[in-house]
């Protein structure tokens, strides 16, 4: 399968290709990231469902990857990054509020 999906500024465009099977997902993306290998928010709005990006291709082909992720190498790397995700936002949360209680500090001593 093959998409075109336009860039986050809207001002190029991208292809990303998506191939697998139960098990196995196989997606790549003409963007910098995905041509370097490296985390592509293309692809991964592909995988969430996320289609607004989609200029050309059967998006309704899509529903295929709910089929081929379970039990896949990608469906586990993206719970580790899920997790990870939510454990920082939730540190920056603390980081945030421990500022503040050492700056209300600073004033009442």
């Known amino acids: 399968m093959r998409y075109t999906v336009s860039s986050s500024d809207g001002s190029g465009t991208y292809t990303v ?4 099977d139960v098990g196995t997902v196989r997606m790549k993306c003409t963007c910098a990231a995905g041509e370097n290998g490296t985390y592509c928010k293309h692809r991964i709005n592909l995988i969430d469902g996320d289609y607004r990006a989609v200029l050309a291709g059967d998006v309704s082909a899509l529903a ?3 089929e081929w992720l379970p039990g896949s190498t990608l469906e586990a790397a993206l719970a ?19 500022t503040l209680s050492v700056s ?4 009442t001593g």
Do not use: H, M, P, S
């Open 64 to 66: 295929v990857l709910k």
């Open 104 to 107: 209300k500090a600073l004033l």
């Open 17 to 20: 290709t998506v191939a697998g």
């Open 80 to 98: 580790e990054k899920r997790a990870a995700d939510k454990a920082l936002d939730d540190a920056k949360k603390r980081v945030k509020q421990a």
